[in-house]
């Protein structure tokens, strides 16, 4: 499972461009279930079947990350940028990142100004995006056109998954790789599951939630969950009062995120949760959060509406270039799921 999660996080996928990271969900699940295809919108839908007077689950898991595009190239070769998805700008000067391009990899640094020449009052502010530029070592932009930068490739950080210590390990984009995970997991090891099963590893939640708008409305399933992270309140500089959720503690299961475009969980699903967590001894955090939201939100809207749930893997430092996490989390949440849909 850890060489799981370390091929996924390593893997290449702003939102929109989602394909390396499918491909390697495509051929780890392929044995295990009974169809697969791509939606228009390029959502990877595999279905496991059940009996046919059983209800059918969908089970979301995104596979995009944050990060960003390629917006222009100057004369001299550098290149600008947009940000896909919520990026904090400090988080972005100086980091190493890598442009993917139609031949290949290259890598580049986010430069700033050396210290030695800033302004006192340069010291204490925040260097915006907007003037920040990635040096891909490129002379001019026509050596940097030779290389194959153009406008729209994807850019992603620079991140090698590592393991800190024990289970507790750190990589970029376990949100929402970590939750791509759990749903692979889940659907190797469920056995004897009588209801239909649909595992939709969506793309674009980052910046809008659409590949599971889509998804939700073509299969019109009876019960739903999304799959995906949240914020941890463990560590210095946040508090338990805005997160209360702690890492290795189980999986945090919303009760209500994202105020007025977020979800209030459906009753049954949250009482199912509950009730299988008790039976099996699994541990759950409950928690109703403020900020973000997850396909779980748009799901539940779907046509008449679906009973819709959402589990989600406590993390560290999401949308930066490292984030990290406990795998008990990831076990949690696959042992719960897969018992759910067992009793389902
Ligand atoms: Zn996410």
Known sequence: MKQLLEKLSNAPGVSGHEEAVKDIIRAEIVPYVNHIEVDTMGNLIVTRDGDIDKPSIMLAAHLD????????????????????????????????????????????????????????????????????????????????????????????????????????????????????????????????????????????????LKGAKTSAYKLNPDFAFAIDVTIAGDHPGISMKEAPVKMGAGPAIIVSDGESRGIIASKIILDRIKNTAEEYNIPIQLEASGGGTTD?????????????????????????????????????????LTKMLESW
Not at 107 to 132: L, N, Q, R, T
Not at 304 to 329: L, N, Q
């Open 296 to 336: 779980g939100a748009l799901i539940q809207l779907t046509r008449a509406g679906i009973p819709t749930g959402v589990i989600s893997i406590p993390t560290r430092y999401i949308h930066t270039p490292h984030s990290v996490i406990d795998m008990k989390d990831l076990e949690a949440s696959i042992n719960l």
């Open 65 to 208: 990350e944050v990060g960003l595009i390629v917006r222009y190239i100057d004369n001299d070769g550098y290149v600008f940028f947009n940000p896909v998805g919520g990026l904090f700008d400090q988080t972005l000067l100086n980091q190493k990142m890598v442009v993917h391009t139609r031949n290949g990899k290259y890598f580049g640094v986010i430069g700033s100004k050396p210290p030695h020449v800033m302004k006192a009052a340069e010291y204490d502010k925040v260097i915006k995006k907007d003037d920040m530029f990635l040096d891909i070592g490129a002379t001019s932009k026509k050596d940097a056109e030779k290389m194959g930068i153009e406008i729209g490739n994807q850019i992603t950080f620079d991140s090698r998954f590592t393991v800190l210590h024990d289970d507790i390990v750190a990589g970029k984009a376990f949100d929402n790789r970590a939750g791509c995970v759990v749903l692979v997991e889940t659907i190797k090891r469920m056995k004897d599951v009588k209801a239909t099963v649909h595992a939709v590893f969506t793309v674009q939640e980052e910046v809008g």
